[in-house]
């Protein structure tokens, strides 16, 4: 499953979400802040080491 680092351009939370966390946000808003999000305020999370 891919994960995205969201970064609120508003409220400046961080947060890693799933892709289906990502499309709601999309929708939704900063979950935090509700603040309008955008696909540029997410980055893949690439560094994820499996245990």
Excluded: W, Y
């Excluded at 400046?12 to 966390?21: A, K």
């Amino acid at each position: 499953m891919k994960h995205f680092v969201f970064v609120c351009p508003d409220c400046q939370q961080t947060i890693e979400v799933n892709d289906q966390m990502r499309e709601t946000i999309l929708k939704t808003g900063c979950p935090v802040c509700t603040s309008t999000a955008s696909t540029a305020d997410f980055a893949s999370n690439t560094s994820e080491s499996e245990c």
